[in-house]
Structures are given as structure tokens and as C-alpha cells.
């Protein structure tokens, strides 16, 4: 088997997942200097955002570092559901004072795109990962180009044959314990989702590229099982959400420190994309999944207000508070620090 440092350049077997939404560079540069592959997620920024956010890590680390997008495809507005949508939302709009009609719509996340690689190709970041399968053959190309290795991740064994026929360089196999966004792209079947455990071997057995095992590894023996079991390093993302170089709000930070983060469930509640996080009122009241919510990412435009009212109440009912179902690695240490420990010895 290949190892880390031939597939990626790095010294420990640990990859710091990209996180949109709870960090940005500084995270990254703290992992990437301690040896692991630090990830800069890029599905929140601007062209101007992520321009500053490569500048940084280009001044601030010499070592290999992963850059991330989401690949979805943009859906068009559908005026009906989103009208229901609000129509739904409108007891909360009414109990924080929000006039609904001032509540934006809009796609929030953007996928990956030719301007996005523009600004990457001034960077030449040596690693792309993706999330919800890959772009186009073209964009591809464009990113290979400078050299980059691609990832991406697989929720099943079938998305895994799917990204290797299309050249990836290694495949993160996503377990259902994953917090954040399930990457799944073939098919919207939540039975299809497996636990990591099962998925990576399987994965492992099933392609000939390496296979970076991610979802509920929390420590040093967590990354040793993930590697006995097929995968050339783990991708970890839940146990940096406390690290002092992330930016999670104080409400996701103390509700994972509390017993609420013994709870995640796969909600499409504030994307209208599956994905894990804290039990919480919005949740409960509407959710976990729901058929009225419009599809990914137009869903977040409606929840942005009662996040930000509830927020700044210091109350997180809701927010979205991804978590993988094992926080307990959760640390409020430097990224370094969690980075070396979670490195089997
Ligand atoms: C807060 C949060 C945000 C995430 N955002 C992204 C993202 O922007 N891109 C991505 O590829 N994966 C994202 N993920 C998923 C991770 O890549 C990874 O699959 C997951 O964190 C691994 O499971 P763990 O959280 O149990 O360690 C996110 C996960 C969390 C917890």
C-alpha cells in the first residue's frame, strides 16, 4: 500500500476535514504545520475570500494543504416551495419579530466553478477534495493541470467505483457517523449509508486507489483501527470543532461540550441536504428530515434570520451544530496539539 507521505507529502496519517462555516485558513495552517494535511474549505468564501484565505496559508506554511468545494449542481429556484417553506417557518419568523418579506432568498453555497479555479491556479494548491461527487471533466483537467491530487468523498461502495473510473487520486470514505454534509451523489436512498467500520474495508477491497477513512474517529486508536482496517490515514473532523484556530460559535462549542452531543441525527433541515448534527428545536419541531424544505443549499437563505436572532440570544435552537457521533476528541487545545496526539505511535 502507498503511504501517506508518497500519496500526499505529509508525516502523520491525519487529515484535518474541511469544515465550511467553523474555519478558515488558521486552522489549516496549524494542522498542516504539525505534520498532518491541514483543509481550507472554500464552499462559504467569495473569490475575494478565498484569495486572502489561500494568501495566508501561501505566507504562513510550506508544507502540503488540501483546498475543498462542494460540486452539487445549482437548482433553480422553485418559487412554490420555497413560499411553503417560509409558510412553514412563519410561527418563528412571528415569535423573533422578523418580517418575512425581509428575509433574503439565494443559493449560499456555490458550486465549484472556472472563476473558483482562476483563483486557485494563482496558488497551485497540491491538493482539491470534493464533496457530493466531482465537476466536470473540464474543471477536472483545469486542476490537474498544476499538478494537484483530487479526492473526493464516497458514502458507498458504488460512489467509490464511480470516483476511481474517473481518476481520482484517493477516495475518503464517508461513514454515517460523519458529521457535517454526507457527501452521497448517486443516490438519495438514506439506507444505502453505512457505518465506517463497514464501509471502509469494503471500499478498500472494492478499488485500487487508497481509501482515507473519515466519520466517528476521535483519537489515536480510532486512526490505528481506521488503518488496520485498509485506509492510509483518516479524515477527521468533529474533534477540531473546539481547537482555539477554529471559528465555531460559542453556542456550537457549548453544545458540544454538553450532554446534547451524545444525540446527532441526519437532518435536512437547514440545507436541504442530509447532514449530522446536535439534536436541537429546529430539529425536533420540523425536522429531522423534512419534504417541504427546497433542495440544496436554498433552503439556509430562510433559516439565516432565526439563526442569527436565536444566536445573538446566545441560544442555538437554530443553528446548524454539525457533529460526527463522537465528540468525544472534542479539545479546546491548539490544532497542533490534537493533530500530534491523533497520530498513532
Ligand atoms: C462542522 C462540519 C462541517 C463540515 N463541512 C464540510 C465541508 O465543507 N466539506 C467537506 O468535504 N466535508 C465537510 N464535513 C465533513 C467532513 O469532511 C468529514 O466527513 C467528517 O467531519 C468526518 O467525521 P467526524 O466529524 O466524525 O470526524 C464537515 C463536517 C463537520 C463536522
Given at each position: 500500500?502507498?503511504?501517506?507521505?508518497?500519496?500526499?507529502?505529509?508525516?502523520?496519517?491525519?487529515?484535518?476535514?474541511?469544515?465550511?462555516?467553523?474555519?478558515?485558513?488558521?486552522?489549516?495552517?496549524?494542522?498542516?504545520?504539525?505534520?498532518?494535511?491541514?483543509?481550507?474549505?472554500?464552499?462559504?468564501?467569495?473569490?475575494?475570500?478565498?484569495?486572502?484565505?489561500?494568501?495566508?496559508?501561501?505566507?504562513?506554511?510550506?508544507?502540503?494543504?488540501?483546498?475543498?468545494?462542494?460540486?452539487?449542481?445549482?437548482?433553480?429556484?422553485?418559487?412554490?416551495?420555497?413560499?411553503?417553506?417560509?409558510?412553514?417557518?412563519?410561527?418563528?419568523?412571528?415569535?423573533?419579530?422578523?418580517?418575512?418579506?425581509?428575509?433574503?432568498?439565494?443559493?449560499?453555497?456555490?458550486?465549484?466553478?472556472?472563476?473558483?479555479?482562476?483563483?486557485?491556479?494563482?496558488?497551485?494548491?497540491?491538493?482539491?477534495?470534493f464533496h457530493f461527487g466531482l465537476p466536470s471533466a473540464e474543471l477536472l483537467?483545469?486542476?490537474?493541470?498544476?499538478?494537484?491530487?483530487?479526492?473526493?468523498?464516497?458514502?458507498?461502495?458504488?460512489?467509490?467505483?464511480?470516483?476511481?473510473?474517473?481518476?481520482?487520486?484517493?477516495?475518503?470514505?464517508?461513514?454515517?457517523?460523519?458529521?457535517?454534509?454526507?457527501g452521497t451523489f448517486l443516490s438519495n436512498d438514506l439506507s444505502t449509508q453505512?457505518?465506517?467500520?463497514?464501509?471502509?474495508?469494503?471500499?478498500?477491497?472494492?478499488?485500487?486507489?487508497?481509501?482515507?477513512?473519515?466519520?466517528?474517529?476521535?483519537?489515536?486508536?480510532?486512526?490505528?483501527?481506521?488503518?488496520?482496517?485498509?485506509?492510509?490515514?483518516?479524515?477527521?473532523?468533529?474533534?477540531?470543532?473546539?481547537?482555539?484556530?477554529?471559528?465555531?460559535?460559542?453556542?456550537?462549542?457549548?453544545?458540544?461540550?454538553?450532554?446534547?452531543?451524545?444525540?446527532?441525527?441526519?437532518?435536512?433541515?437547514?440545507?436541504?441536504?442530509?447532514?449530522?448534527?446536535?439534536?436541537?428545536?429546529?430539529?425536533?419541531?420540523?425536522?429531522?428530515?423534512?419534504?417541504?424544505?427546497?433542495?440544496?443549499?436554498?433552503?439556509?437563505?430562510?433559516?439565516?434570520?432565526?439563526?442569527?436572532?436565536?444566536?445573538?440570544?446566545?441560544?442555538?435552537?437554530?443553528?446548524?451544530?454539525?457533529?460526527?457521533?463522537?465528540?468525544?476528541?472534542?479539545?479546546?487545545?491548539?490544532?497542533?496539539?490534537?493533530?500530534?496526539?491523533?497520530?498513532?505511535?
Amino acid at each position: 500500500m502507498v503511504s501517506i507521505r508518497e500519496l500526499l507529502g505529509i508525516e502523520l496519517p491525519i487529515i484535518q476535514a474541511p469544515m465550511a462555516g467553523v474555519q478558515g485558513s488558521a486552522l489549516a495552517v496549524a494542522v498542516s504545520n504539525a505534520g498532518g494535511l491541514g483543509s481550507l474549505p472554500g464552499a462559504l468564501l467569495s473569490l475575494d475570500g478565498l484569495r486572502a484565505e489561500l494568501g495566508f496559508i501561501a505566507a504562513n506554511t510550506s508544507k502540503p494543504f488540501n483546498v475543498n468545494f462542494f460540486c452539487h449542481t445549482a437548482p433553480p429556484l422553485d418559487p412554490d416551495r420555497e413560499a411553503a417553506w417560509r409558510t412553514l417557518l412563519r410561527p418563528y419568523y412571528d415569535e423573533f419579530g422578523i418580517d418575512v418579506s425581509d428575509v433574503p432568498s439565494g443559493p449560499g453555497r456555490v458550486p465549484f466553478s472556472h472563476d473558483v479555479t482562476d483563483v486557485l491556479s494563482e496558488f497551485t494548491p497540491p491538493i482539491v477534495s470534493f464533496h457530493f461527487g466531482l465537476p466536470s471533466a473540464e474543471l477536472l483537467q483545469r486542476v490537474r493541470r498544476w499538478g494537484a491530487k483530487v479526492l473526493s468523498s464516497a458514502t458507498t461502495v458504488d460512489e467509490a467505483r464511480w470516483l476511481e473510473s474517473r481518476g481520482v487520486d484517493a477516495i475518503i470514505a464517508q461513514g454515517l457517523e460523519a458529521g457535517g454534509h454526507r457527501g452521497t451523489f448517486l443516490s438519495n436512498d438514506l439506507s444505502t449509508q453505512i457505518g465506517t467500520f463497514s464501509l471502509v474495508p469494503q471500499i478498500a477491497n472494492a478499488v485500487s486507489v487508497p481509501v482515507i477513512a473519515a466519520g466517528g474517529i476521535a483519537s489515536a486508536g480510532g486512526v490505528a483501527a481506521a488503518l488496520a482496517l485498509g485506509a492510509v490515514a483518516a479524515q477527521i473532523g468533529t474533534a477540531y470543532l473546539l481547537c482555539q484556530e477554529a471559528t465555531t460559535s460559542q453556542v456550537h462549542r457549548a453544545s458540544l461540550q454538553s450532554a446534547a452531543a451524545h444525540h446527532t441525527v441526519l437532518t435536512n433541515v437547514f440545507t436541504g441536504r442530509p447532514a449530522r448534527g446536535i439534536v436541537n428545536r429546529m430539529i425536533r419541531e420540523i425536522g429531522p428530515m423534512c419534504d417541504i424544505t427546497p433542495e440544496f443549499p436554498l433552503a439556509a437563505a430562510a433559516v439565516q434570520p432565526l439563526r442569527a436572532k436565536a444566536e445573538a440570544r446566545g441560544s442555538g435552537d437554530f443553528s446548524p451544530l454539525w457533529s460526527g457521533q463522537n465528540a468525544s476528541g472534542c479539545r479546546a487545545i491548539p490544532a497542533a496539539e490534537l493533530t500530534k496526539g491523533l497520530a498513532p505511535t
